[in-house]
């Protein structure tokens, strides 16, 4: 007979506890985490994604659903995943997300945007009964891999580090408000007074300016071949000169010669009427 204080029994229960505890408590999530360094997995395969926030009250309602679905992803051959918006801003970018929750469908690198109903029933027969092909998919130009949308997800994590960077300034700093977008702005105008100059800079190299040298005078000793127009230029000046001063001085004697016989022609003129008053 076993006295009543034996251990055996308090052991035994305690491993069956333990044994226990993993299925009790809970099972592993299906649902796999996209973040920004591995969001290119959803490029190959069918996937369902889910954009959340854990402040979000509707995206806490969808959870449940969202893990009793992910359990049929092996059997519906579906990859089920879920981004934090609050911990991917770039995705958040990358992906253009306005609402919460929003969820996407991507088969072989082609994303549609699902908008049917929140439940897990639902989440099955879109996947299982192809209907995600009655909804016309993203275009290329908005597709998270664009040059568009990569620049939209840089421009959404500069957001984040801006504001990462204020909270700095104000709580461990200790720096006023103004004093933050002080810095901002300081910043600001130093970054755009560097690009300026590198714009400046590389405009210059790609497209050098054609700088117009004085040419010398060409010496009448030396002419070499790309002067002789300019020395037929000159002499032609000279040419038209020296006939210009020819014809002034043709037209001097010409003058005097006028001259003088007028004056012969009064002299004669004179004697005429002299003999007529007598």
């Known amino acids: 007979m076993t006295p009543s204080g034996s251990p055996v029994v308090p052991v035994a229960v305690m491993l069956l506890l333990l044994w226990g505890a993993p299925w009790t408590h809970g099972r592993r999530s299906d649902v796999r985490i996209i973040t920004d360094e591995n969001w290119k997995e959803l490029l190959e395969g069918e996937w369902m994604i889910e954009f959340y926030a854990p402040w979000c009250p509707a995206c806490q309602n ?9 359990e049929w992803g092996e059997d519906l051959e579906v990859n089920v995943a879920k ?24 088969k072989d690198g082609e994303f549609r945007r699902y908008q049917g109903p929140r439940t897990k029933k639902d989440f099955i027969n879109f996947i299982s009964e192809k209907e995600w092909k009655s909804i016309e998919p993203v275009s290329s130009w908005f597709g998270p891999g664009s040059v568009l949308m990569s620049s939209m997800s840089a421009l959404f994590q500069l957001s984040m580090w801006i504001r990462t960077c204020h909270s700095y300034f104000i709580e461990d700093l200790g720096l006023p408000v103004w ?3 002080a810095v901002f702005a300081l910043a600001t105008l130093l970054s755009g007074l560097l690009l300026g100059l590198c714009m400046i800079f590389v405009a ?10 004085p040419q010398p005078y060409p010496s009448k000793k030396l002419l070499p071949e790309s002067s002789q127009p300019l020395q ?12 210009v001063s020819e014809e002034e001085a043709g037209s001097k004697e ?25």
């Open 62 to 70: 969808l959870q449940p659903e969202w893990e009793n679905f992910a």
């Open 232 to 243: 037929k230029v000159e002499e032609e000046q000279e040419d038209d000169e020296d006939d």
């Open 254 to 278: 010409g003058t005097n010669k006028d001259f003088a016989q007028n004056a012969i022609r009064q002299r004669s003129v004179g004697p005429s009427l002299a003999t007529d008053k007598s």
């Open 83 to 106: 981004v934090d918006v609050t911990e991917q801003p770039g995705l958040s970018g990358r992906f253009i997300i306005t609402a919460l929750p929003t969820i996407y469908h991507c």
């Open 179 to 181: 004093g933050s977008y």
């Open 204 to 213: 210059d190299c790609l497209f050098p300016s054609k700088r117009r040298r």
